[in-house]
């Protein structure tokens, strides 16, 4: 059993993330770590991983007290971690990532590479643990899902008996993040305990034995999952309830956005969207639905203009105007946050303004007006709750909800008449989430179009007018989101269309 | 590398920077100093020498400046690519396309006025420079052709250039050395101080710092093309053009490059011999590296490596100790930093790596 004990933790600048913070780890259990974006959660198993140092605070193990410097001394006291962006190099084989950095010849001494032992290794693990993991296969060619496994396969690898992850499920499809539930529980069966971190409840509630809520740092109670349940656990986080979003009646405006035959090629310039058509109107959300990968951010991106279509057209009032324009014209939440939405060594304001730093009022002749940035990015902190020391403080120093909360900030703030929102709650903590759907239903309402994408079907559901279904690349049908199920979605995702399954309703279910 | 919050909060943010670079300073010159009490020279005498030679009377002066000048161009040039995310190895030969320039408007082009004449020099000395580093931003853009491996070779090809021409097409008539004819007294850049190679051009370099500095942190155009080294993808999809800031960040650091010739035939040499540059071009790398690509850190990394070599004169007079020291001393500040540099990299990427979720 892991003990952490008054755990604090000033980062220089003064921010406390972590204050006087008890946490345990039984072994065979799973423990869930809750909390609002900023509450601490990241950094406290940062701190357990030896990627940050306590500012005071003990970790000890069976009463004894343990130095963790380093991320390899954590996994030298069997401590291992999944990181929510994996640690792996596409172009080896499972084998060789999870090999790496580590001695895998007879011993220490040993220069070569026992590649056929560690191979061995893997495939019993991956059998006694139901990994499903092939040591052999070569990490690019996995889907997400099984690239999380390979880290897991890693810590098992070595030796790891307490196992973290943060936030996994964020970028699994719903499928997998249920296959990994299934994993996680088989895992602490069989003694190895779990730290599990995830903003979404029912996860939680599914998977954990205990839950330690953090706010702002403090930890605010631990409770066992059988006392609990989800509205409980969100009034523990965000202190009060949460309450689903409600969808006001609207009819839509004019056509704001029209994809026709739209067909767009992947970085490996395989088709990824084929013949896509559908309209967007003025005061509409259009959710798109789909497993993740089935052509909805080539969608995007070529909607977006970042991406060449290959033939079909995407017609816009905005036609003629420059890139530039254009990128300010259309808001875009990008799926992947770290890659395509912010400048890591930026600072708040700077990332802020990334796409208006050269229109008026943030710039004339003179250069940019530094002030006027700032003073919109203040706005926009207060707005939308971001947690962080001001306009000055680098991004990369923020918690992750609260960077993506920064990027929906940005983009709103762009006042576009069309909104291109990928996966804009991943990330968020459940109050920031009820947050988010209320701010796109007001947008809504004030006549923004908005193209939802989700792979979450509950989010679709809540906020969406209509919803459409890709799969490998294809539209597979359109439907009011009122009269949509979860099992009609459902067997679209899976690649029915909607038609056939209207032609003969008696052979569904 | 890194600071990014602008000149409101420079010094806040310099200071930590310019710590790790006066570290790195002082531990080089201890282990210089090590190393000269080795060869049996009382480190103090040898260091107070080098003092004496960059400091000791006015002419010293002026020429530790002299030699900061082209410094302070060359640093520039490699630090303004660099936050472009671009490493401009060729700055050398930019600096040779703009000596080049520069001669051939102060050698054969007659009858203006000084002030026009000068400033017709100078346009034409960056302009020359910035067509050479745009050219490897080109290389860059359209074909796709690493800016390193194209700048190294476009050196090579300025310097040999330039050399073919001095000993044929432009030599001084009759053409018996390797060398130009004098620049017309009406291309010449002021003196500041008689007798001494001293010229306007100091603050030529010190107002294109100035200036180069407002650029990155105050002006769109710096902070697109900051966030095009920085995060490319995340500029692309703002509707940046990163092969714009790419091309545009090249050729403005060619241009300071060319400057750096420029000022030299310009302010005292007056004239292109074979081989004209010592490695100013070469050195600006260093500078650069040292200044941790800030403008204005650049001006006292300039600073530092011209006293070092001014100095270095009057120590070997003084002590016999060879003036190749500190060149010694110059690449141990630069391992010092990369050291300091590594580890801020590893941990950084360690913390952000933990910090994605
Ligand atoms: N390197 C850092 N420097 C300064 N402050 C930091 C640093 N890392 C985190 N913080 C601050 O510490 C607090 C806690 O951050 P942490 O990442 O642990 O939150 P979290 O609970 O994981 O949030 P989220 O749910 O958004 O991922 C935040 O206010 C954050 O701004
Ligand atoms: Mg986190």
Known sequence: MIEMEKITKVFPGGV????????????????ALLGENGSGKTTLMNILYGMHRATSGTISRSSQTLTIGSPSDAISHGIGMVHQHFMLVPTLTVAENVVLGTSAGPNRLCPFLNLREAEERIASLSREYRLDVDPRAEVWQLPVGAQQRVEIVKALYRDADVLILDEPTAVLTPQEANDLIDVLSNLASRGKSIVFISHKLNEVISLADEITVLRNGDMIGMVRKKDTDAKDLARMMVGRSIEPPELPNRSPGEPMLTVKSLCVEDDRKLEAVKDVSFTLRAGEILGVAGVDGNGQKELVEAIAGVRRAVSGSVETKHQGVSNREYARRIGHVTEDRLKTSVVLDFSLWENFGIKTCDTSPHASWLGMNIGSLKAATE???SEFRIKSRGPDEKISSLSGGNQQKLVLARELGLKPDILLAAQPTRGLDVGAAEYVHQRLIEERQNGMAILLVSTELEEILAISDRVIVLYEGKIMGALAARKATREVLGLMMAGERLEEMERSPGERN | MKETEGPGNLFATLLPQAGASLLAIFLAMTVGGVL?????????????AMLQGAFGSQFAIANFLTRTTPLIFTGLAVAFAFRCNLLNIGAEGQLYMGGLAAVLVGVYVTGLSALFHIALAIAAASLAGAAWGGLAGLLKTTRGINEIISTIMLNFIAIFFVSFLIQGPIAEPPGFFHQTALIEETARLPKLMPRSDLSV??????FLAVALSFVLWRTPFGMKLRSVGLAPETA???????????FGAMAISGGAAGLAGGSEILGHQYRMLDFFSPGYGFDGIAVAFLGRSDPIGVVFAAML????RVGANQMQRETGLPSSLVLVIQGLVVLF?????????????AVSKGKEA
Do not use: C
């Not at chain 1, 406390?16 to 423990?31: L, M, P, T, W």
């Not at chain 2, 580890?343 to 990427?349: G, P």
């Open chain 1, 16 to 31: 406390v993330a972590n204050r006087e913070v008890d946490f345990k780890i039984a072994s065979g259990q799973v423990h």
């Open chain 2, 305 to 308: 490596f011209a006293a070092l």
């Open chain 2, 337 to 349: 930093i990369l050291a300091a540099e590594l580890r801020r990299w590893l941990r950084e990427r």
């Open chain 2, 236 to 246: 692309r999809f703002s509707g940046i053009s990163t092969n714009k800031y790419l």
């Open chain 1, 379 to 381: 706005a926009a902190i």
């Open chain 2, 201 to 206: 051009a100091i603050f030529l370099a010190v």
């Open chain 2, 36 to 48: 000269i009490a080795i060869a049996g020279v009382n480190p103090y005498e040898a260091y107070s």
